[in-house]
């Protein structure tokens, strides 16, 4: 059974940093694509950042320059790290984890993150 673990969300002040990471337990398959995506209060989740296991990287314009998304594929680790942090980054931040053939797609449970001005 698959399970993803995130860690690292908390209360930030602006400005600050957070770093989070996802660890995939029971992954039998290889992974394409491992990601973050973000759901604030009262608005549909969205794309923050993935990486594929060839190394390319997608970014939300609201995230580039100041979010970077890495990977461990050995660990099937996932990480996030988060610089100059805003209020508008506030949101439950959820890990995915993605496979194309046969397709597989697993959420992690989210974690907090809140920024306060």
């Known amino acids: 059974q698959v399970q993803l673990v995130e860690s690292g969300g908390g209360l930030v002040q602006a400005g600050g940093s957070l770093r989070l990471s996802c660890a995939a337990s029971?992954?039998?398959?290889?992974?394409?694509?491992m990601g973050w995506y973000r759901q604030a209060p009262g608005k549909q989740r969205e794309l923050v950042a993935d990486?594929?296991?060839?190394?390319?990287?997608n970014y939300a314009d609201s995230v580039k320059g100041r979010f970077t998304i890495s990977r461990d594929n050995a660990k099937n680790t996932v990480y996030l790290q988060m610089d100059s942090l805003n209020a508008e980054d506030t949101a439950v931040y959820y890990c995915?984890?993605?496979?194309?053939?046969?397709?597989?797609?697993?959420w992690g449970q989210g974690t907090q993150v809140t920024v306060s001005s």
């Open positions: 995915n984890v993605a496979a194309y053939s046969p397709y597989r797609n697993y």
């Open positions: 029971g992954i039998t398959f290889s992974i394409n694509v």
């Open positions: 990486l594929s296991s060839g190394g390319f990287s």
